[in-house]
């Protein structure tokens, strides 16, 4: 660590030196030289937990607790707290990065992977870079065009693009210095989460596990992106051979013909953890293709790795142990969520640990060593399982839960009792505090037989089963079941400690700091500061729009900032447009940075979310209404919200004038006629007959749509 400060001072210098500042420059000056750009290196990442100044990694240290040492901004005075400066993100889909912060520059991601590099002083763009994802690209997106963030390492800048690219610019001038693809660009793979970097290798997944394709985790040379080694989550076709005898056994958990539907699922799209002491990379593993293993892997299985923790030799991809969360997943209860690695002292002896609360509802501590279940516990209402148990680290699943003779009502849902929002740990409570969601769906075998469509979504459920009901009371009835909270749980114990409850899901993740406080932003647009020993909230903020991304802090000249991205986005944004808090809207995506004494505003946003209902009379028959619906909640509502309700992060298509034009609506989506403004073409998935069905299917939605709003006008 010494030998990069010492560096990065000899450039300060020069840098003075050629600009012709001195050091008595004026402390009001607005030219301020900057050492040099992301001077990160394996010392100082190792070293991270002693430089509380600075957030130069994803969840700040290896151990990606989000723990910030910090405590000039503390319970006592937080409600001093204001804001400092804000930076206009330009796009208007949802914000998901931690920004890093090394040197008082701070790099942070908006959506469609567009980076920027921030004087974190002032907000002041330093450079922006654009990598220009194709818009259309946004088909293979099930969770909408999203990135959580940047690495960066010795002067350079590491993201990974939707498409698939993963790019390392100049720290210093925002440059291309090399790009790569980590994936078959014809493949339904994406990348939304945040490179990690250790020891000189650069390492990124990706997803595409609910279109079909095959998960694995690569590692690439920082100095050229030459790929080093590739870890694949699920077997192969067998006949191909194994690429190891990691493959070989987890090809034994598995049945039927998985790679002919898209090749088995199990993506790596968000968590990763490291221990140096142990020298192991821990990674979290996705859902299979399809969802329903019935379908997928017929007869059972574990499937390995789907929804397992996976540990591995950083340096050559080499398998060490696994931790199955849900061995023969069949409801999309990934193990991809985020991974805390803590040392804690259980029964008199300081274990190393692993916690991970994955979209299945358990939270477990694991011992990080050799994957042993320590502990777990349900941290929501569960419908699917009973416990775990302790003998064999296996759930104990509820009858009926694989939904194969009736429809199951699953808790938690496909969303999860927690998805990718992080979580963060605080050594001083001894507490985790969880972004939770609280959402049941139901889930019934396809009534008309499974079809595997290349390119689209294949879930093998059935999605209208899983859709909304049709009476407008029956889905108020829902509203209250459809919530979500900040819960702190206790990991020694299993149990809550406090816990505030929201009016709904979807809420930030979480960061929280030695001033004994927890940071998060909620989907009905605050950003909170609750004390973190017992909840109770101490200070917020009217962001203007619903918060998703986790908050980070820094220090910069002895003064602490803290840090959110705002802009309300991500699965459940496009996909529950029914349930969404109208706080929530519009997406107004910045980079907003706090501090002690400052008094900044925002500028004030007019919009109403209401849709203007214009719909052409009904022609189509009930069974032609009845195949779109089937057709549009396989592969339409992704993106477009369950029952064409829209959560207006898009158009709402019950809105859309193409309603009274068949060839329009058919240029739109068999001809991609809007394919620059996100929405691709269809036609390798839908026919004429079937784009008819699909819009006389939204018609009937609109019509549907226009009547209960008349009906509530008149209430
Ligand atoms: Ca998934």
């Known amino acids: 660590m010494q030998r990069v400060q010492t560096v990065g001072l000899t450039i300060l210098v020069t840098i003075m030196a050629v600009q012709g500042l001195g050091c008595a420059a004026d402390p009001g000056s607005e030219a301020r030289a900057l050492p040099a750009a992301a001077a990160v290196d ?320 358990f939270f477990y501590v694991i011992d990080r060593t050799d994957g042993e279940l320590l502990s777990a516990n349900n941290y929501i209402p569960i419908t699917w399982a009973t416990h775990v148990d302790m003998q064999t680290g296996r759930p104990v699943e509820a009858e009926g839960a694989r939904y194969l003779d009736k429809t199951f009502l699953l808790m938690p849902s496909y969303l999860g009792g927690h998805n990718w929002h992080p979580m963060s740990y605080n050594p001083q409570t001894g507490l985790v505090y969880i972004p939770v969601l609280d959402i049941p769906a139901s889930y019934a075998q396809p009534q008309e037989g499974f079809v595997y469509r290349p390119g689209v979504s294949n879930l093998g459920i059935d999605g209208v089963i899983a859709g909304l009901p049709d009476k407008q009371a029956e889905r108020d009835a829902l509203r209250p079941l459809i919530t979500g909270r900040l819960l702190a749980w206790d990991p020694k114990t299993q149990k809550e400690a406090w816990r505030v409850e929201y009016n709904g899901p979807w809420n930030g993740g979480t960061l929280t700091t030695a001033g004994n406080l927890v940071f998060q932003g909620t989907a009905d647009a605050k950003f909170v500061a609750y004390r973190a020993s017992d909840g109770e909230a101490l200070w917020e903020f009217p962001t203007q729009t619903g918060v998703v991304a986790p908050a980070m802090t820094y220090e910069l000249d002895g003064e602490q900032y803290v840090t959110v991205n705002v802009g309300w986005g991500g699965a459940f944004a496009l996909v529950f447009g029914e349930y969404i808090q109208p706080e929530s809207m519009p997406n107004v995506s910045r980079v907003l940075t706090f501090k002690l004494g400052s008094k900044g505003t925002l500028p004030e946003v007019d919009w109403k979310p209401v849709v203007a209902f214009n719909p052409p009379e009904q022609i189509a028959s009930d069974e032609v209404v009845d195949e779109g619906q089937s057709l549009y909640q396989d592969i339409c509502n992704g993106c477009h919200g369950l029952n064409a309700v829209s959560g207006l992060l898009i158009p709402d298509l019950r809105g859309s004038a193409l309603l009274h034009d068949q060839n329009g609506w058919n240029d739109v989506v068999l001809g991609g006629a809007l394919r620059e403004r996100g929405m691709a073409s269809f036609a390798e998935q839908v026919d004429e007959k079937q784009s008819a069905a699909l819009r006389a299917y939204v018609i009937s939605q609109a019509i549907r749509g226009k009547r209960v709003q008349e009906e509530r006008a008149q209430q």
């Not at 002067?155 to 690219?165: E, T």
């Not at 210095?177 to 989460?193: E, H, M, Q």
């Not at 049945?255 to 199990?266: A, I, M, P, R, V």
């Open 42 to 361: 394996s010392d100082r990442l190792l070293g991270a937990e002693s430089e509380p100044g600075n957030w130069m990694s994803y969840g700040r240290t290896y151990s990606e607790q989000r723990f910030s040492p910090l405590d000039q901004i503390r319970e006592e005075n937080v409600g001093d707290l204001g804001l400092a400066w804000s930076f206009d993100l330009e796009t208007k889909r949802g914000v998901e990065a931690t920004p890093i912060v090394v040197d008082g520059v701070m790099y942070t991601t908006s959506a469609w992977s567009i980076v920027h590099a921030l004087d974190a002083r002032t907000g002041t763009k330093l450079w922006t870079y654009d990598p220009k994802v194709a818009k259309d690209k946004s088909k293979h997106a099930c969770c909408d065009v999203v990135n959580r963030g940047v690495a960066v390492y010795e002067g350079q800048v590491f993201f990974g693009a939707l498409d698939g690219r993963l790019i390392a610019l100049d720290a210093a001038t925002g440059r291309v210095n090399w790009s790569v693809a980590t994936v078959d660009p014809k493949l339904p793979y994406t990348i939304t989460g945040a490179p990690r970097v250790i020891d000189g290798k650069v390492f990124i997944g990706n997803g595409g596990a609910e279109y079909g394709v095959r998960g694995f985790i690569a590692a690439y040379d920082v100095s050229n992106g030459e790929r080093l080694w590739q870890f694949f989550t699920v077997p192969g076709e067998p006949a191909k051979g194994f690429e190891n005898e990691t493959m070989r056994m987890a090809a034994e958990t598995w049945n039927g013909e998985w790679w002919k539907l898209g090749g088995g699922g199990g993506t790596v799209w968000d968590a990763m953890a490291y221990d140096p002491e142990l020298d192991l990379l821990y990674i979290g593993v996705g859902n299979g293709t399809p969802w329903n293993q019935e379908i997928r892997s017929p007869g059972g299985g574990d499937n390995l790795f789907l929804s397992s923790i996976v540990a591995l030799r950083p340096d050559t991809g080499e398998y060490v142990w696994h931790y199955q969360t849900t061995p023969g997943e069949s409801w999309d209860y990934t193990a991809t969520q985020h991974i805390i690695l803590a040392d804690m002292e259980i029964e008199g002896r300081t274990r190393k640990v692993l916690m991970q609360a994955p979209k299945n509802g």
